[in-house]
């Protein structure tokens, strides 16, 4: 299907040459990369800004900061990872760069408003960059942004709310675009039941984009105007109510969870298949959990506020659906170990990465039962125990996915192929890093460490110590990663159309693809995930 | 098979118990699979891959018993729980109060303490009120956690089982010393109890300077100190009729710590800076504090000063 006359999106030239054809290219892949360098810079600042919190948590006391400039890093890191690096994450990079090649579409459905999107989020970036140096000192508050502090609080909150309010707005058009991209693009003969499970894992997340985040919208307005104005939404002493903001910013938040998991998983679903040349196992029940988890994701938000004194039946309720929502993540886990079952199985960079997202996941995933039972939320509910339990699902999770899907598109992506040994090593470094980096976490958190803290009682100094030095191996091993695509974009061997033996549809066009994408657009004529053994030797 | 600190212990314990068995049966029974599979089917053997592609009756067992178990650890949570929330009539009730950043509590006849000294054995209820922002009152050996809230009439309750000393953490984010805003719970025989609450007594009904009540209720001593330690601001002791070193509209200079400085320090603490301490963090009293009011202040504080203060500030 491939055709060498078109040039690769790479080399494409436009209306616009140099950085202008990135800056104003509506091509959905040169988008997406440019959503991948921001966030490459993005997430390098926010965990080098770890690290320094890392280095001050060594031992007890102070040992290279003040109170004040830790809790404005930890804010910011927050702020940075959570709005800027994961809720766009794999969506806005791989979501844009392969949503359009695997389901047959040429580009999104709404070019200019991807590009614009883009821009949002540059614009909310920058802004959440800029409260660091502007106003009166950087923001303190948590990314939570809890009332009453975050209205009392003399550092520049504003500038931080209004940062997190816009890149909102980037995700919500991300959301839309991809829903009408999917309905209305979709190559003939690709039903619904015969797209890729990554374009469904996104369709999911879109959903929740696009419903959720006008919530949290409105919440940060509220609390911007209940500084600048007064009005008492959340002041108790003018008849408001603090717990309504934790509400509020709940509802929008935990989907936000799925925001970032759904995709992760849809990538990995795409890298099982490929490495172990065996079609998805359970294709139904894969949609069906990623569907269920984005609607039963909408009423499971007060298990972050279980201790706030949320009414006995309230507290059961919330518990109780916490519960029901980990059947189909389990359920996934097991469709996705079944399809490496039997297979022929290549353990490559990329496949590496998914299994240990599945280890990371799983510790996440039930150390996040132990945060929805309500007798041992008590005990752990805002210690070093969640700090562990969102580090395993978002990092291990998301993170590791992220990994395991620059491995695999990398070669189709740049159209050259990384060094695998190099791959491995980080993988080594990561892998060992981020378990010594969160472990120590559970163990202080169940003894009582509140996360959060600038300093800590002396029984928890051996925990932090190690968390430090994992902290340490793992920035390494995040390094040499990035080196070892670096030297792969500069000097790697070309990549072929299709190094991993993969079905889809990216590997059925060049490497790096056409700036069209497709030629000829293609007839789907079968489920994906068809590995005929006759094929694979052809190829 | 468990005793804990306090009557709460058990039931969160054996939820811990529960739900990390079967964390651990899961997390290593599927990791060792997936090595297993990794090595067994490795593409190094040249063995075809099985091109099966579902499993109803799998789909079907690997839903069910998830959701068993999953509901197995919610009720053995609740029942944990539930106990937290059924306070027994006869609990003996103090108020905890939660302010930037200490705690203090409150017992009858409004006697105040900052350590939380209670009988063991006894159920007591923990009545939480919030001064400013939310905090939240965690003692992590008792297994009793609940938010303070401004506006919020939370509570938690627990009967200690054993003497000894526990800390008091806080576990909601509140500003700049949220990690040292901690304390201790004492547990002691009853005896011991009824002695110390005599002398809380009898130290209540001693005069009090009202500078220094000024000062507590204001929240000042949360960052200045009355006994020469450093807290975020200086300290208060010997301050009066001293030299300071401060830095003022970028330049150093020196000037003397009599009542216009220390009127000046409390309305627009930004103005003159003491050397070696950060701007911004002490925000203006003028709404909070009369010209009266602080005219008390620094009486008291001149006191601290010649001597008649200093023994009061160390109850
Ligand atoms: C090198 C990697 C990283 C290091 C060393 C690191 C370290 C830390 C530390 C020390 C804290 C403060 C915990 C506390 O004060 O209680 C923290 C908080 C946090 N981290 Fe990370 N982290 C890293 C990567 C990540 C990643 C990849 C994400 C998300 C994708 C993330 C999201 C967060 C969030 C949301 C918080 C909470 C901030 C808050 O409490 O307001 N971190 N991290
Ligand atoms: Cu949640
Ligand atoms: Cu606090």
């Known amino acids: 299907m491939g055709n060498e006359t078109q040039p690769s999106y790479l080399e494409y030239q436009g209306r616009h040459k140099g950085l202008a054809g990135w800056l104003l290219s509506t091509d959905h892949k040169r988008i997406g990369l440019l959503y991948l360098y921001s966030i490459v810079v993005f997430f390098f600042v926010a965990a080098f800004l770890g690290l320094l919190m890392r280095i001050e948590l060594i031992a007890p006391g102070k040992t290279i900061m003040e109170p004040q400039t830790y809790n404005g890093l930890f804010t910011i890191h927050g702020i940075i990872m959570i709005f800027v690096i994961v809720i766009p994450g794999l969506a806005a990079v791989f979501g844009n760069f392969f949503l359009p090649i695997l389901i047959g579409a040429r580009d999104v459905a709404f070019p200019k408003l991807n590009l614009f999107s883009w821009y949002l989020y540059i614009t909310g970036a920058v802004l959440g960059v800029m409260s660091q140096f502007m106003g009166s000192g950087p923001p303190d508050t948590g990314w939570t942004f809890y009332v009453p502090y975050s209205v009392e609080s003399a550092t520049s909150v504003i500038w931080a709310l209004t940062a ?93 969870v799925y925001i970032m998991i759904l995709p992760a998983m849809g990538v990995v679903t795409e890298i099982f298949p ?151 090593i980080a993988w080594g470094f990561n892998f060992v890093g981020f378990n010594l980096l969160y472990f120590p976490h559970f163990i202080i958190g169940i ?51 299709n190094p991993w033996h993969g079905v889809t549809l990216e ?22 995930y068809f590995f005929g053994s006759k094929e694979k030797t052809n190829q | 098979m468990f005793t804990g600190a306090s009557n709460l212990a058990e039931g969160v314990d054996k939820a811990f118990l529960f739900i990390f068995i079967i964390a651990f ?52 949570g609740w029942k944990g729980f539930a106990p937290m929330r059924k306070v027994p009539a006869d609990a003996m009730v103090v108020t905890a109060i939660g302010r930037m950043w200490e705690w203090e509590f409150v017992y009858s006849d409004s006697l105040r303490s900052k350590e939380l000294v209670l009988p063991i054995n006894k159920p007591v209820k923990l009545d939480l009120v919030a001064e400013d922002v939310n905090h939240s009152l965690f003692i992590p050996a008792f297994r009793v956690k609940e938010d303070v809230i401004p506006g919020y009439d939370n509570w938690l309750w627990f009967t200690p089982n054993y003497i000894g000393d526990y800390e008091i953490l806080c576990t909601e984010y509140c500003g700049l010393l949220h990690s040292a805003m901690v304390s201790k719970t004492r547990i002691v025989e009853q005896e011991e109890f009824d ?17 220094l009540k000024l000062l507590r209720s204001t929240g000042c001593l949360a960052c200045h100190s009355l006994d020469g330690s450093k807290l975020v601001g200086p300290s208060f002791a010997g301050l009066y009729g001293s030299q300071r070193e401060v830095v ?11 009542e216009a400085y220390i009127t000046r320090s409390i309305y627009d603490p930004n103005g003159e800076i003491v050397e070696g301490y950060a701007r911004n963090l002490m925000q203006s009293y003028s709404e909070l504090l009369t010209e009266e009011q602080v005219g008390i202040i620094t009486e008291y504080l001149r006191e601290l000063v010649e001597g008649d203060g200093q023994k009061e500030a160390d109850l």
Do not use: C
């Open chain 1, 274 to 424: 490929t490495f172990s040349q065996k079609p998805v196992f359970g294709y139904g029940a894969i949609v069906v959990s990623s569907l269920a988890i984005a609607f039963v994701g909408y009423f499971v938000w007060g298990h972050h506020m279980f201790t706030s004194g949320m009414s006995y039946y309230a507290r059961w309720f919330f518990s109780f659906l916490t519960f029901i929502v980990a059947v189909p993540s389990a359920i996934k886990v097991f469709n996705w170990i079944s399809t490496m079952y039997g297979g022929s199985i290549d353990l490559k960079p990329p496949l590496l990465y998914a299994i240990s997202f599945i280890f990371l996941f799983m510790i996440g995933g039930f150390t996040g039962l132990v945060l929805g039972s309500l007798a041992t939320n008590v005990q752990t509910h805002d210690t070093a125990f969640v700090v562990a339990h969102f580090h395993y699902i978002i990092f291990g999770g998301m993170g590791f996915a992220f990994f395991a899907g620059m491995h695999y598109w990398y070669p189709k992506m740049f159209g050259k192929m990384y060094n695998n040994r190099v791959a491995n």
């Open chain 2, 195 to 211: 002695r110390w609450y005599e002398e809380l007594k009898v130290a209540s009904f001693m005069p009090e300077h009202e500078g």
């Open chain 1, 507 to 528: 590997w059925k066009i060049p490497s790096p693809p056409p700036h069209e994408n497709f030629d000829e657009i293609p007839e789907i004529t079968s489920r994906p």
């Open chain 1, 447 to 497: 003894q009582g460490m509140p996360r959060r803290s600038y300093d800590y009682l002396p029984q928890f100094h051996t925990g932090h110590f190690l968390s430090t030095i994992g902290a340490f191996i793992l920035i390494a091993g995040l390094l040499l990663m990035l080196y070892n695509f670096i030297r792969a974009g500069r000097r790697g061997e070309k990549a072929p159309a």
């Open chain 2, 25 to 76: 049966i899961f997390i290593i029974g599927i990791s060792a699979f997936m090595i297993w599979t990794v090595i067994h089917y490795s593409r190094k053997k040249g063995r075809e891959a099985k091109q099966f592609s579902g499993s109803m009756k799998m789909e079907v067992l690997w839903t069910v018993i998830p959701t068993i178990l999953v509901m197995l650890m919610f009720w053995i």
């Open chain 2, 248 to 258: 003022s509209g970028g330049s150093a200079k020196s000037v003397t710590a009599d």
């Open chain 1, 164 to 256: 997190a309010f816009i890149l909102g707005f980037s995700s919500i058009l991300t959301g839309l675009n991809f829903i009408v991209t999917i309905h209305r693009m979709r190559a003939p003969g690709m039903k619904w039941f015969r797209m890729p499970l990554f374009p469904w894992a996104l369709y999911a997340t879109a959903w929740i984009q696009v419903l959720a985040t006008p919530i949290v919208g409105i919440t940060l307005l509220m609390v911007i105007a209940e500084r600048v104005l007064n009005i008492g939404f959340f002041d108790p002493a003018l008849g408001g109510d603090p717990v309504l903001f934790q509400h509020l910013f709940w509802i929008y938040s935990h989907p936000a």
